[in-house]
């Protein structure tokens, strides 16, 4: 073997060696970007889950600021009858009644204005947390995508490796 030949098999050699470490990094680089998806992920399910308590608390507290206005409300009907009383009216009768109807009417279009909100507040939150959750699946359906990428390109580094030692093999025969 000449020394021309045994410097051109070294050369190929090492070029081999170097695709081969190159195939290993982008193996390396698959399995990094697959558990940053699966990271990604993770936060986005967490902010679901946030999401999703959040609106069940609105849903508390609607139901809560529901019970106090009925309450103030109540108090407030009882002091308009009392007044009419005091005045010497009978309160459940022509223009007081109609008084007093009109507040319970009012009282109980704010009641259900309270129960809309708080109904389109929990429903916001509820969509955001799938919003999040379908996040999290696109980002690792783009994990497995960017995974399956760089093994193509570690696969083709270790075939260029494979078809250059054979070329130098042929080369040497």
Known sequence: MTVGTALFAAGTAISAYGQMQTAKGFDKLGAAQMQAAEFNKSIRDRNARVAEREADLRERVGGREEVRFRKKFAKLQAQAETAFRKGG?????????????????????????????????????????????????????????????????????????????????????
């Not at 009644?97 to 204005?113: H, K, P, T």
């Not at 494979?162 to 093999?169: D, M, N, Q, T, V």
């Open 89 to 173: 009216v009978v309160a459940t009768t022509g223009t007081p009644l109609q008084v007093l109807m009109e507040n319970a009417s009012e009282g109980e279009e704010e009641v259900q204005l309270i129960k809309l909100e708080t109904a389109g507040e929990a429903t916001r939150l509820r969509e955001q947390a799938t919003n999040q959750r379908l996040a999290g699946e696109v980002a690792l359906l783009e994990g497995g995508q960017q995974r399956m990428a760089s093994s193509i390109r570690a696969d083709s580094a270790r075939f260029e490796a494979i078809a250059s030692l054979f070329k130098a093999g042929g080369q040497i025969a």
